[in-house]
């Protein structure tokens, strides 16, 4: 007995039974760490480390679940135990931001009545408003949305998955069920305009907006449940009565979007219409030596100047025109006309055409207002306000530039522009989130990032070694 207690009195002993009682203090400090932060809501304790910000709420889901004033139900009909962590996760972190919404699941395979009661398929989400009633559904596989070819390549939806639309589908859910105003945007055909893409479509039906094509030739009115016209690269020109239509429309307190198109064709009344609110059209393409991308001069990469309701969304301004026409700010055919561009060239773009170069700062993005006077259904005189907004490119909207490049801005300043048109400011469109993996492609390194990759962890690898060959000789 003796010699056990003198091998605790040694001085090695009494270190080890430091060693061992810190190492005790620091688990159990660990673990009750981890039992707070276990009871802390989801939205602060989970930290969002995937590539493009999956599970970042946006500032608009933020401020509509913030304003929510009645109780919403998801009812979600799935295996809990078997749903991709990163559905399940997202559910939590956004059902977090309120006490209005309750999250309910229901397992289709204990509980296969459910589907019925519901009428919907399993892997599905059920969101209800008690106050209005109002009742849809939400598909997992709109959350997690696969490419097809690659499914049938690796027979699995969840590693096929190439976009993540959790925050767009759940606030798209939300505000039908909490609202009962829907909105219609008509687009004109027959001129060679392009369609709108599934990608603008979809963002619309977030904001629940229905698209329907006009054609303006076979039409003597713009339709009276049209809330925005929208002429989508018209490449011929518009007929005087056409214009006509337009500019009736307009006067009774009309919203029409026009998206410009570079063509050889004389566009004299489209660019005379624009030019009535204060937009004069320039000859030729666009360039911009300043602000491009990657030495491409066509390829503008524009100034924003947006605030309120047109920069909602938008965090880094990173948009894209290509091909772009550009305007200048004239007079109005009218004093009541007020005229604002938000996008324009730097000093150093160039309106470029087969016989000259003119340099100067170009207008590729603007809106004009003018107050009315028209008569309400009730025969009275109202004041309301018509709106033209115009953007010198419709590939600003285009899907092959779109999908080309995920950290583009550019629907997002689309869909600003079509929600300052409606009565209720309300577009909650929210783009899905890319689930490709993002390279870092260093073009052009520099002096500095040369030093940075190369000079500094060889000066370190050098150094280490020059030490660890002094302390070997020692």
């Known amino acids: 007995m003796d010699k056990l207690k003198q091998i605790f009195q040694t001085k090695n002993s009494r270190k080890g039974s430091y060693s061992v009682a810190l190492t005790a203090a620091v688990i159990g400090i660990i673990l009750i760490f981890n039992l707070i932060i276990g009871q802390l809501p989801q939205k602060i304790r989970q930290i969002d480390i995937s590539d493009t910000d999956i599970y970042e709420i946006s500032s608009k889901s933020q401020k509509f679940i913030k304003n929510l004033n009645s109780d919403v139900t998801f009812t979600i009909l799935a295996e809990k135990k078997n749903t991709d962590d990163r559905i399940k996760n997202f559910i939590e972190k956004y059902a977090s931001q309120s006490g209005k919404i309750k999250v309910t699941w229901i397992d289709p395979v204990l509980h296969p009545s459910a589907l019925t009661k519901y009428n919907t398929e399993s892997d599905t989400i059920v969101v209800s408003d008690k106050k209005t009633g109002r009742k849809t559904t939400v598909s997992f596989d709109d959350i997690l949305v696969s490419n097809s070819s690659s499914y049938y390549t690796t027979s ?30 008509y687009y004109t055909a027959g001129h060679g305009e392009s ?27 713009v339709p009276t449940d049209c809330d925005v016209l929208i002429l989508n690269g018209p490449s011929s020109d518009l007929t005087k009565d056409e214009i006509k239509v337009i500019s009736s429309y307009m006067k009774k307190g009309g919203k029409v979007m026009v998206l410009l198109t570079p063509t050889n064709k004389k566009m004299s009344n489209l660019y005379g219409l624009l030019k009535d609110y204060g937009l004069q059209v320039a000859d030729g393409y666009i360039a911009d030596t300043q602000q491009c991308y990657q030495g491409n001069y066509y390829y503008l990469v524009p100034t924003l100047s947006v605030s309120g309701e047109m920069a909602s969304g938008l965090s880094s301004n990173s948009v894209l025109m290509i091909n772009s026409k550009g305007m200048t700010q004239t007079n109005a055919a009218r004093s009541k006309i007020s005229t604002q561009s938000f996008m324009t060239t730097s000093s150093s773009g160039y309106a470029v055409n087969d016989k000259k170069q003119k340099q100067g700062t170009y207008i590729l993005g603007a809106y004009a207002t003018e107050k009315v006077s028209v008569k309400n259904s009730e025969g009275k005189k109202v004041s309301k306000e018509s709106r033209l907004t115009v953007y010198g490119s419709h590939m600003l909207i285009d899907d092959e530039v779109t999908s080309s490049f995920s950290t583009l801005e550019n629907l997002t300043l689309f869909m600003n522009s079509v929600s300052a048109n409606l009565d209720q400011q309300d577009n909650i469109s929210i783009s899905p989130k890319s689930l490709s993996v993002t390279y870092n492609n260093i073009a052009h390194p520099g002096i500095f990032s040369l030093f940075i990759i190369f000079v500094i962890p060889a000066a370190l690898v050098i150094g280490g070694f020059i030490i660890w060959f002094r302390r070997r000789r020692q």
Request: proline share 0%; aromatic share 6%.
């Open 195 to 221: 369609d709108l893409s599934s990608s603008v479509t979809n963002l619309m039906e977030k904001s629940r907006i229905k698209t329907q094509v006009l054609n303006l030739l076979s039409s003597t009115s």
């Open 156 to 185: 699995s939806s969840s590693s096929s998955s190439t976009q993540f639309d959790g925050d767009g589908q759940l606030t798209k859910a939300l505000s039908y069920v909490t609202n009962s105003k829907e909105y219609k945007a």
